[in-house]
């Protein structure tokens, strides 16, 4: 099984400011990687697929990047409707997700 | 519209069963891969098996905790995707997502979810 870490657990951040969440997977899972975002009492969406493409209607604030073990979702400037939980997820290997990050209001 | 509205959960004691339903419409349910994720409250994301078109075999994987106790099948006269649970544990408390896999292998979109509470 392939494990997915997410790290920071919590980033608290500011609107307006850059937010850097990272996804480390336990092997190389080539660029099937994606992000989800989850806010309160709603379903995940998916935001990045294959790394670094924005899934249809998600804005150009959020980017993705990275191959093999190591990925970063950035987030360029935060609005108030990004506070949210973020997973990442992985497809090389059936299928698993990271433990989540949640970006909260500073 | 795409839309994936599940049903069957409820509260059911220890070593039970339980059926969840989820009922496709707005694509064409009959190729498509569909997948189950389940979420205990205040908790993470987990993958819980999928199944592929039976067009491309129609096979299932699971994940390992539910591997030999949950079934998924899949009705395509009826737009209708299954998960059948068996000795449920309380650990299987959670709620459970029906989810397109979509062109690039990914999950999108999603259902409302369904919630199962499984009580000791």
């Known amino acids: 099984e392939i494990v997915l870490t997410q790290s920071p657990a919590t980033l608290s951040l500011s609107p307006g400011e850059r937010a850097t969440l990272s996804c480390r997977a336990s092997?190389?899972?080539?660029?099937?990687l994606a992000w989800y975002q989850q806010k309160p009492g709603q379903a995940p969406r998916l935001l990045i697929y294959?790394?670094?493409n924005r899934a249809t209607g998600i804005p150009a604030r959020f980017s993705g990047s990275g191959s093999g073990t190591d990925f970063t979702l950035t987030i360029s400037s935060l609005e108030p409707e990004d506070f949210a939980v973020y997973y990442c997820?992985?497809?090389?290997?059936?299928?698993?997700f990271g433990q989540g990050t949640k970006l909260e209001i500073k | 519209e795409v839309q994936l509205v599940e049903s069957g959960g409820g509260l059911v004691t220890g070593g039970g069963s339980l059926r969840l339903s989820c009922a496709a419409s707005?694509?064409?349910?009959?190729?498509?891969?569909m997948t189950w994720v389940r979420q205990a409250p205040g908790k993470g994301l987990e993958w819980v098996g999928r199944?592929?078109?039976?067009?491309?075999?129609?096979?299932?994987d699971y994940a390992a905790p539910v591997k030999g106790r949950f079934t998924m099948s899949r009705d395509d006269s009826k737009n209708t995707l299954y998960l059948e649970m068996n000795s449920l544990k309380t650990e299987d408390t959670a709620v459970y997502y029906c989810?397109?896999?979509?062109?690039?292998?990914?999950?999108?979109?999603w259902g409302q979810g369904t919630l199962v509470t499984v009580s000791s």
């Open positions: 989810i397109t896999v979509d062109r690039y292998g990914w999950f999108d979109p």
């Open positions: 707005g694509f064409t349910f009959s190729n498509a891969w």
């Open positions: 199944i592929k078109s039976n067009t491309d075999g129609g096979t299932t």
């Open positions: 092997q190389s899972v080539s660029s099937y």
């Open positions: 294959d790394a670094s």
């Open positions: 997820q992985q497809r090389s290997t059936l299928y698993s």
